[in-house]
């Protein structure tokens, strides 16, 4: 069995940065935005605009990977081992 064990690497003031704005975000907006993106790839799909669908039809996956990338910060984001530690000092 592999263990696990927690690391002190800190996150720098840019990554903390972006998880700070990132979970001001709805989770489900980046699947809504997909999804819409998917319905508006299959209409220009459908009205003869191949190249247009084709290009939006690829922001999809990008969209749904930064929805995991936004709740996966929510879940564990970098600030947690930090508030546990402090936990610990101050008991």
């Known amino acids: 069995m592999i263990e ?5 690497d800190v996150e ?8 700070q704005q990132t979970t001001k975000l709805p989770s489900d907006l980046f699947l809504w935005a997909a999804a819409g993106t998917m ?3 299959l209409v220009l799909q459908r009205t003869n605009r191949r190249e247009s669908g084709l290009f939006l039809g690829q922001l999809v996956p ?4 930064l ?16 508030q546990e530690n402090r936990e610990m000092v101050t008991s």
């Open 4 to 8: 696990m064990t927690p690391t002190t």
């Open 12 to 19: 720098g003031p840019v990554a903390k940065a972006i998880e």
């Open 39 to 41: 319905a508006a790839s």
């Open 62 to 65: 990008s969209l749904l990977i």
């Open 67 to 82: 929805g995991l990338y936004n709740k996966l910060v929510k879940v564990a984001g970098s600030d947690r081992p930090d």
